[in-house]
């Protein structure tokens, strides 16, 4: 199987643009997905197949992914953004599909 | 409205198992079309798929877990548990149930979560 791989962390001030990334040599064929974990909190899914928004998350959050790498972008980051994004795909080259976590990337924003 | 709340021991002694049972309300695990996992997080560290089962009784599981792991259903409590066979501290960890939503793309992400239990292996 293959791994997903995040930066520990990424720090940006109020307002700034945050961008969080994601490698993984089969997302050019398995869409990625994006959980915010808040301090004390379960995790909650704020990107879904790349780039698409469920209902209730702020337009700020957006996705893209181009390639082995998919990117969480939170545009005016917000202190309330502060939290660990995972981000999350699949793993088909077995008989069975395992679900795959990055290790999470604990956004700072101060 | 799905709620899942997970329950069981906060204190598993080494060598011992693990047992969780996560409770759903809001649909029924005799009728539903829906995929239901569990997923674990060791303190300051990131999440790990642990295992799923899916409506029909298929199980599917980590395959780092899979000759240690368990996940069962019991459709008359509305509930389904999951076991963890010798247990060391590697175990410790936040487990969470949820459900695979399929309304979110082809790789079923977890769009409902309960808020998780803290399980400490230790002696």
């Known amino acids: 199987s293959y791994e997903l791989t995040q930066p520990p962390s990424v720090s940006v001030s109020p307002g700034q643009t945050a961008r969080i990334t994601c490698s993984g040599a089969?997302?050019?064929?398995?869409?990625a997905y994006w959980y915010q974990q808040k301090s004390g909190q379960a995790p909650v899914l704020i990107i879904y197949?790349?780039?698409k928004r469920p209902s209730g998350i702020p337009e700020r959050f957006s996705g893209s992914s181009s390639g082995t790498m998919a990117t969480l972008t939170i545009s005016g980051a917000q202190v309330e953004d502060e939290a660990d994004y995972h981000c999350s795909s699949t793993d088909s080259s077995g008989h069975q599909t395992h679900v795959l976590f990055g290790g999470g990337t604990k956004l700072t924003v101060l | 409205h799905l709620q899942m709340q997970e329950s069981g021991p906060g204190l598993v002694k080494p060598s011992e198992t693990l047992s969780l049972t996560c409770t759903v309300s809001g649909d029924s695990l005799s009728t539903t079309s829906y995929y239901w996992g569990w997923i674990r997080q060791p303190p300051g560290k990131g999440l790990e798929w642990v295992g799923t089962?899916?409506?029909?009784?298929?199980?599917n599981y980590n395959p780092s877990l899979k000759s240690r792991v368990t996940i069962s259903v019991d459709t008359s409590m509305n509930q389904f548990s999951l076991k963890v066979n010798s247990v060391t501290a590697a175990d410790t960890a936040v487990y969470y149930c949820?459900?695979?939503?399929?309304?979110?793309?082809?790789?079923?992400?977890?769009?409902?979560w309960g808020q998780g239990t803290l399980v400490t292996v230790s002696s």
């Open positions: 089962f899916y409506y029909g009784g298929t199980t």
């Open positions: 089969a997302l050019p064929k398995k869409y």
């Open positions: 949820a459900r695979h939503g399929y309304s979110y793309g082809p790789e079923f992400p977890f769009d409902y």
């Open positions: 197949e790349d780039s």
